[in-house]
């Protein structure tokens, strides 16, 4: 089946830096990416929708200038999370559909980011 | 906007038994998911239904969506400690033209030995 790949799997960071968390689909391409936050014990909180070659949207009360989302190509969407703080600490999963139909989303195995 | 709504948020049962989880959602639901997932990892992908009657099955879990669409359970059979984690509906929500896609609130099952 097709695979979404993340990177980094975990980061620590320092409070007031940034951080930029790669989504990669492997083997297909994927005009649709999605970015998620999971808080600990919660579901997943869809934060936005990235397509390619154009401007993410974002859901309601997530801050498009603190996460910064760039989807370049087909296979590649980035988050960077500026300024981080310690309560942006959080597992943070993306996901791809692939272009061909939209019942075919793949998610990747998620990143542990640790703001210290 | 389209929310899905899990219940039990949380269950404990003895090894062996059977168990159901549900997935409410306060729209139709176009394609409804379930997942399992262990705590900080990713995702499982469990069952896909998009027909309203549908049920598959796989081992000993079996899922079916409501002939409305609107609602789907998640039922196990002689549960077993290796069910234990986080399940999640997800489903597809329409959104300004495209489609979104959208979790419920989640279960976390344990299964005692």
């Known amino acids: 089946g097709a695979v979404v790949s993340q990177h980094p799997s975990r980061v620590i960071c320092k409070s007031g830096t940034s951080v930029k968390i790669e989504c990669r689909s492997l083997?297909?391409?994927?005009?649709?990416m999605f970015w998620y936050r999971q808080f600990p014990k919660q579901s997943l909180m869809l934060m936005a929708t990235?397509?390619?070659?154009?401007?993410?949207?974002?859901e309601q009360g997530v801050e498009k200038d603190k996460f910064l989302i760039n989807h370049a190509s087909l296979t590649l969407s980035t988050l960077t999370v500026t300024s981080a703080h310690p309560e942006d600490s959080s597992f943070y999963i993306c996901?791809?559909?692939?272009?061909?139909?939209?019942?075919?989303?793949?998610f990747g195995p998620g990143t542990r980011l640790t703001v210290t | 906007s389209q929310e899905l709504e899990q219940s039990p948020q949380s269950l404990i049962v003895q090894e062996g038994k059977n168990l159901t989880i549900n997935c409410t959602s306060s729209?139709?639901?176009?394609?409804l998911y379930w997942y399992k997932q262990k705590y900080g990892e990713g995702l499982i992908f469990l069952m896909m239904?998009?027909?309203?009657?549908e049920e598959k099955s796989h081992e000993k879990i079996t899922a079916k969506l409501d002939e409305k669409k609107q609602q789907s359970s998640l039922h196990i059979t002689a549960s077993q400690p290796s069910h234990a984690g986080t399940y999640l509906c997800?489903?597809?929500?329409?959104?300004?033209?495209?489609?979104?896609?959208?979790f419920g609130t989640g279960t976390r099952l344990k299964v005692l030995a």
């Open positions: 997800g489903s597809l929500s329409p959104d300004s033209g495209t489609y979104k896609y959208i």
């Open positions: 729209k139709t639901l176009y394609g």
């Open positions: 990235s397509n390619e070659g154009s401007k993410a949207t974002y």
């Open positions: 996901s791809a559909r692939d272009r061909q139909t939209i019942y075919e989303q793949y």
């Open positions: 083997d297909f391409q994927a005009t649709t």
């Open positions: 239904l998009q027909k309203g009657g």
